[in-house]
């Protein structure tokens, strides 16, 4: 699964959020790495316990919360606190894939189904920052305006290209799906759509009531809670 999910945070939201994070407190990105990725990671990441990433995650989960395109696609049990990383120049991640199993500050473990990332900087502000995602269809070269998000499936390689000009900010994090399984997800999304469509050229017709049946006995048959 890949989806562009546009407008989680609008342009007043945007400087809203770049204000609080020019001035906080920003650390080496590796503090949250595996052995693996911390050879390949080269940026700054805010520290959760810091009390700007704090407010701005939670200002993040809102904005998810009002997003029926994240919550149709994500199927979310549990968002993993957004985390906010920031590349300068010569900044980059190499190729890597995310753990499989990550642990709240409260201890509570989040099977990393999905991957996010929220993009805080446009894309004109600087060169390179490419997030670089392999898939079986083949390679995806993302690059979103601020306020948009790419939501990808944790599973894959995917790094994040150098910068060659400017900065790029933006927020990550990752989504333990109700439905674990990549492809069952999909169909469901792709159900939830035509139905969607459905109810918009046909409004009433009794196949879209049986196909929204058949959406909910899916999920009853795939979701795990
Ligand atoms: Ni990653």
């Known amino acids: 699964m890949m989806l562009h999910v546009p407008k989680v945070l609008d342009a007043t939201q945007v400087a809203g959020f770049r204000k609080r994070l020019a001035a906080a407190g920003w650390t080496d990105g590796r503090i949250t790495a595996g052995f693996q990725s911390a050879l390949a990671k080269n940026n700054l990441q805010l520290p959760q316990s810091d009390p700007v990433a704090r407010e701005l995650s939670a200002a993040v989960c809102t904005a998810l919360e009002r997003s029926p395109l994240f919550f149709a696609a994500a199927l979310p049990r549990h968002v993993y606190t957004p985390l906010f990383n ?22 509570q473990p989040v099977r990393t189904d999905l991957s996010a990332t929220l993009f805080l900087s446009a894309p004109e502000e600087y060169d390179g920052g490419e997030l670089v995602i392999g898939t079986a269809s083949g390679t995806h070269r993302i690059k979103l305006p601020a306020g948009d998000l ?16 400017g900065e790029r900010l933006a927020s990550f994090f990752w989504i333990q799906s109700m ?30 009531v049986k196909l929204v049946g058949v959406y909910h006995n899916l999920l009853r048959r795939w979701s795990e809670l």
Not at 150 to 165: D, F, G, M, N, W
Not at 181 to 204: K, P, T, V, W
Request: glycine residues 8%; without cysteine.
């Open 150 to 165: 790419v939501l990808y499936s944790a599973t894959t390689v995917h790094r994040v290209e150098a910068i060659t000009r």
């Open 86 to 107: 920031l590349y300068k120049e010569g900044n980059g991640f190499a190729d890597h894939v995310d753990n499989a199993i990550r642990h709240e500050q409260t201890g």
């Open 179 to 208: 439905v674990r399984d990549d492809g069952e997800r999909s169909l469901l999304f792709d159900l939830d759509l035509a139905i969607q469509q459905l109810n918009q050229e046909h409004a009433g017709h009794l196949s879209a």
